[in-house]
């Protein structure tokens, strides 16, 4: 898709990590619901190797205090280290003082904001953040993290923010995971990136540095805490659960993919708020929606809905997929006058842009970000992954899976669905006589994960559609793909879920030698039913 050339407000640069003196803020107790919370965010934001970040870190610090100062739950302590944990050995100390009397029932959090740095192909055990002050760096990988963090009793909670995060919980990565970490109960994990993926942060202009945060920070922020009236809490209940938290990030983080441990089904309350308490939104542009993200070549125009909370400057960004990375520096910008004066007065919105198709054959990916200008500064609001997928040709489909895997150990069954072009995807999981056990996506638009060769990536936790857990045996995957009129249908190898007495290694997949293919698939051009 071709771009056309503009000045950008918002640019993005990798965020792969910051210096500032290191600060503490601890919230008042508020009554426990259960256990003790506490929560220890580090940010680097100046490199020895890398190029500097500042000042994402340093604001992806404030943004995640100042939403967690008000869960209801309340934190003993929320303590905020920036630009001075250059070590492994620093590491640990402040890991080990801020956690310090955890006990089983209690919760840390633990948040980093840094470059993240994992070669293709390498073992999942070389991925790593660095630890840097801008003098010292040293490398924080997988193993030593979870070694750090099995010390401390209870839950804990890993939130990375780093360009290859995702490795570190082998997903989203071109050939699966060799070994995984951060299995079993006491682990909840969200990373801003899949293995092979860069993340991204945007900053404000030259002269107004002070602006400018990771986008994985910024969504998740928005997801739940009050700035952004608790956007991901879709029941209303007061208890915005890990699942619903990488729900709303997968919809409104457009830029990569975020990945989960558990994949499914997990209702830890991630943030917990009052759902009567009436406060006033800081953000300025909120619920945004999407008639479609998954189109087809030749349709060119996007409609979407949202709400202005306030009289505001809005610009729209069309930014392309191109050449295996997000084409930020040249992207097609759009001025929202709704007013004279160049501003959108309060209120619901309805929109529609012209995505550049050429003439009308092109597909690929495109990103559509909102941005306000306030006080001189630019601001994120949102964004949307838009899938287009080719009007005709075919499209040649394959699946990849682990031999096995034991869920009763908190093992996740990798499934890479590999494909040429862009298209919605319907995932399956079937058992030995081909019955539906669960639907892990039905018409899915794919995402440019960066995988080589190109696809998308599922989990699968062994639970069928009831949420209860599948029977040990043999299972298959099925991928459909509905395109130019034609169904194309392919399935994979079988794979084994392992029972209780079967051993598996905790911390390995059931089979480590690789994924295996699956033939290529079959179509036909019967029209494809609903199920």
């Not at 959090?109 to 994992?118: A, D, K, N, P, Q």
């Not at 936790?461 to 009831?466: F, K, L, P, S, T």
């Not at 179509?523 to 494809?528: F, I, L, M, S, T």
């Amino acid at each position: 898709m071709h771009i056309q050339r503009f000045i950008c407000l918002a640019a993005a640069l990798l965020l792969c990590l910051g210096a500032f003196p290191g600060f503490s803020e601890e919230a008042d107790p508020l009554p426990k619901a259960e256990g003790r919370m506490r929560a220890l965010l580090i940010g680097c934001d100046y490199f020895v190797t890398q190029d500097a970040t500042w000042p994402a870190a340093d604001n992806n610090l404030q943004l995640l205090s100042d939403t967690l100062f008000y869960d209801h739950r309340g934190y003993q302590l929320i303590r905020s280290l920036s630009g001075v944990v250059a070590t492994v050995d620093e590491f640990e100390t402040a890991v080990r003082q801020a956690f310090d009397g955890a006990q089983e029932g209690d919760t840390s959090l633990l948040y980093i904001s840094t470059h993240g740095v994992f070669d293709e192909g390498a073992t999942s055990a070389a991925a790593s953040l660095l630890l840097s002050d801008g003098e010292r760096e040293e490398s924080l990988t997988a193993p030593q993290l979870q070694r750090i963090m099995d010390a401390v009793p209870g839950r804990k909670v890993l939130i990375l923010d780093a360009c290859n995060s995702g490795a570190f919980i082998g997903k989203g990565l071109s050939g699966g995971a060799d070994r995984i970490f951060f299995t079993g109960p006491d682990y909840k994990v969200l990373c801003s990136a899949g293995g092979s993926e860069a993340s991204w942060y945007w900053h404000g202009a030259e002269d107004a540095q002070s602006s400018g945060a990771s986008y994985f920070a910024t969504v998740l922020a928005n997801a739940l805490g009050k700035r952004g009236d608790h956007a991901a809490d879709g029941n209303f209940d007061g208890r915005i659960t890990l699942r619903e938290a990488y729900a709303f990030l997968r919809d409104n983080y457009a830029a990569s993919t975020p990945q989960v441990y558990p994949e499914h089904e997990d209702d830890f309350p991630l943030y917990v708020y009052d759902p009567g308490e009436i406060f006033q939104v800081e953000k300025a542009v909120t619920d945004i929606t999407f008639e479609d993200t998954l189109l087809t070549a030749g349709e060119s125009r996007v409609s979407f809905s949202f709400t202005v909370r306030r009289q505001v400057e809005l610009y729209y960004q069309i930014v392309y997929h191109e050449n295996g990375s997000w084409q930020f520096g040249i992207a097609e910008h759009f001025r929202d006058e709704e007013q004279e004066d160049g501003t959108t007065l309060p209120g619901r919105k309805m929109r529609t842009l012209n995505l550049n198709t050429k003439d009308g054959s092109a597909y690929g990916y495109a990103m559509i970000q909102l941005i306000t200008l306030e006080e001189g500064q630019p601001r994120f609001q949102g964004a949307r992954l838009l899938c287009v997928q080719p009007a005709q040709g075919e499209v040649q489909l394959s699946i990849a899976t682990d031999g096995g895997f034991a869920p009763h150990i908190g093992q996740e069954m990798s499934i890479i669905v590999q494909h040429d072009v862009p298209c919605g995807l319907t995932v399956n999981i079937l058992d030995e006589e081909e019955n539906l056990v669960r639907r892990l996506a039905y018409t899915q638009p794919s995402r440019p994960q960066q995988l080589y060769p190109a696809g998308t990536t599922f989990y699968w936790d062994g639970r069928d559609q009831e949420g209860q857990m599948a029977l040990p045996g043999l299972y298959t995957v099925q991928v459909r793909v509905r395109l130019g009129g034609k169904t194309y249908l392919t399935q994979s190898a079988p794979f084994s879920l392992l029972s209780r007495s079967e051993r598996a290694n905790e911390n390995q997949p059931a089979q480590s030698s690789g994924l295996q293919p699956c033939p290529q698939p079959e179509y036909n051009n019967e029209p494809e039913n609903q199920e």
